[in-house]
């Protein structure tokens, strides 16, 4: 079950407590009796509940990096906070926007519900904003036919789940002024043809051995990753509606395994 559904049922339920002492049952409590153990544990943790509830649904979530797709930008272990209002304030559980305040832009990491499995949360690049043409071709991003600069930045090795050594190619791209680091395996295909899933809007995009190209609809998004040759992303599973993000990734606030990445800011 997802973990907001939890803490919401959570706040309702010692809610409910907490209001069905004050006006029902602390009227009928003789004096010098003790209130039942489940309405003090009720009444305790509700107001607990009730800011950790607000916090996470409205200003800022935790989360953990299960996977390296986001390469060297984010590492697997990673614990990021992300924030939960910059694109606008929704209702929790359902996700609705109430309040309009930003659009994702090109080079936010962006956290969002996974269009395949609306339960998992996934992490990636925004690439492709709504009415954007985007094209992945031999390693290199071209968006509305402008090819967007990539410098080499030397080698890049990494371990990944189950101790295979990965050796790649890092490289700085610039998406409009803004600069990050990608990964890229040069012995590794652009695409493989036989991972790409039947998604909505498909129609809106080409694919060949070497390339596809995407119309992103209006209202939606295209995700890439920064491993581009280890992350399963919108060449695949196709584009992230607005009603499916979560917030956008700033900071690292942990991670056990290397404490010097504790406080990185996210770009």
């Given amino acids: ?28 409590r003789p004096a010098g009796v003790a209130q039942q153990w489940w309405v003090e544990y009720a009444k305790s943790f509700f107001p607990v509940i009730l800011v950790v509830f607000c916090i996470r649904s409205f200003l800022v979530e935790p989360f953990k990096i299960p996977s390296g797709s986001m390469i060297p930008t984010l590492q697997v272990g990673d614990f990021i906070l992300v924030n939960k209002f910059t694109y606008g304030i929704r209702l929790p559980i359902v996700n609705r926007k109430l309040v309009q305040i930003n659009d994702p832009q090109r080079g936010d990491v962006m956290v969002f519900h996974y269009p395949e499995d609306p339960s998992k949360d996934y992490i990636k690049r925004v690439v492709g904003l709504p009415g954007d043409t985007v094209e992945y ?80 609809p209006e209202g939606q998004y295209f995700m890439l990753g920064d491993n581009r040759d280890n992350s399963r992303d919108s060449r695949y ?11 956008k990734a700033f900071f690292i606030w942990m991670n056990f395994s290397d404490l010097k990445r504790v406080g990185l800011s996210i770009n």
């Fill in 1 to 28: 079950m997802d973990f907001a559904l939890i803490l919401f049922v959570l706040l309702v339920t010692t809610g409910a407590i907490w209001l069905l002492d004050r006006f029902v049952l602390a009227g009928k």
């Fill in 137 to 216: 071709r031999n390693k290199r991003l071209r968006i509305n036919g402008v090819e967007q600069a990539q410098q080499a930045d030397g080698d890049y090795n990494y371990v990944e789940t189950g101790l295979n050594f990965v050796h790649t190619e890092k490289r700085v791209e610039t998406l409009g002024e803004r600069k990050h680091a990608v990964l890229v395996n040069p012995e590794l295909p652009t695409l493989h043809l036989g991972s790409v899933a039947e998604f909505a809007g498909r129609e809106n995009c080409s694919y060949d051995d070497d390339m596809v190209r995407c119309k992103v």
């Fill in 237 to 247: 599973w196709g584009f992230v509606p607005d009603n499916q993000i979560v917030g």
